[in-house]
Nanobody
Framework: QGLLGEVGGGSVQPGGSPRLSCGGV????????AGWFRQAPGKEREAVSC????????SNAASVNGRFTVATYNAKKVIYRQNNNLKPEDTAVYYC??????????????????WGQGTQVTVSS
């Protein structure tokens, strides 16, 4: 499997709604599905979202449910995540991750073996 990367981070004000995207080099990540994670300074990495092959199913952590959505954009072979109504506590490095075989169902036991480099999202006024 090839490389994975995220784009779309940056500095936003509270209430902002940046969109992050995750794309693969040499493979179509929307076909495999992916998980989104984040790591805030001084904290452990947290699983945020999961999306299965071609967006068939999604799941979000309770901490972001209702504010964050994840979807595939199959024409461009990428996965988007829309972060709405951001709060300062959402400040973190956001990562997408996948594995070398298709994710049919999102569950907490998925073992991801391909990770992006991460993109920083900073929420401050």
């Amino acid at each position: 499997q090839g490389l994975l990367g995220e784009v779309g981070g940056g500095s936003v004000q509270p209430g902002g709604s940046p969109r992050l995207s995750c794309g693969g080099v040499g493979f179509a990540v929307n076909e495999y599905g992916a998980g989104w994670f984040r790591q805030a300074p001084g904290k452990e990495r947290e699983a945020v979202s999961c999306i299965s092959t071609y967006g068939a199913g999604t799941s979000n952590a309770a901490s972001v449910n209702g504010r964050f959505t994840v979807a595939t954009y199959n024409a461009k072979k990428v996965i988007y995540r829309q972060n709405n109504n951001l709060k300062p506590e959402d400040t973190a490095v956001y990562y997408c991750a996948t594995r070398n075989y298709i994710i049919k169902d999102c569950d907490t036991n998925i073992k991801y073996n391909t990770w992006g480099q991460g993109t920083q999202v900073t929420v401050s006024s």
